[in-house]
């Protein structure tokens, strides 16, 4: 089957039939959309018929079973989406401006510069909330892909440790990021509290 294939099946199987399966542009493109409701899958994905491509697509259909199903960090998340691309925008903003305008900013005085720290801080404080909700997301919508290949006979044996690992280390990768999301928060407030002593 290819990842296409996959997709649709498992969308069937879940009952979910106002979900449609497209292909997108670029490798590691894969996302669902729950704005418009489609699966998108990476040209490599949509028509590859390996064990990494069939683990992406049902992975990716994860999460429009999560969207049906109503499940509870996904709505988190998706209600998040705005509010982190504020945050996102601000923090890109403040941090450029006291890059760039560190003379200006020294001479504004400390309340100017603990408020901007202040800013910095709710941002990152906003993203990294984000980037831990994403965790168990990405984990579940792992986690169902997995059963629903096993259950169906998608792979052999071989085939499922291959998906399995696929789905690993592209959780990694979310990981990873909350764990940077983590780091970047604690700098900051190592930052204002070193400057208030």
């Known amino acids: 089957m290819t990842g296409r294939e996959v997709a649709e099946q498992m969308l069937r199987d879940n009952r979910i039939y ?82 760039f305008g560190g003379m200006f900013i020294f001479g504004m005085g400390g309340a100017f510069i603990n408020t901007a720290l202040l800013v910095i801080i709710g941002c990152y404080a906003v993203i990294t909330l984000f980037s831990l909700v994403t965790l168990p997301v990405e984990f579940d919508a792992s986690k169902r892909a997995l059963a629903w290949i096993k259950d169906r006979n998608i792979a052999s044996p071989d085939e499922y440790g291959q998906a399995k690992d696929a789905l690993k280390w592209a959780a990694m990768t979310y990981a990873v990021a909350a764990l940077g999301s983590i780091v970047g928060l604690l700098y900051w407030v190592s930052i204002y509290l070193g400057g208030r002593d």
Not at 87 to 95: E, Q
Request: hydrophobic share 50%.
């Open 18 to 99: 106002d979900v449609e399966v497209i292909s997108v542009p670029g490798k590691l493109t894969d996302h669902y959309n729950p704005a418009n409701r489609t699966v998108n899958l990476s040209e490599p994905v949509y028509h590859g018929r390996s064990a990494a491509a069939a683990a992406v697509a049902a992975h990716e259909c994860g999460h429009a079973v999560q969207h049906a199903t109503a499940y509870s960090f996904l709505e988190f998340r998706s209600a998040m989406v705005p509010i982190q691309n504020v945050s996102a925008r601000i923090l890109n903003m403040v941090v450029l401006f006291m890059f």
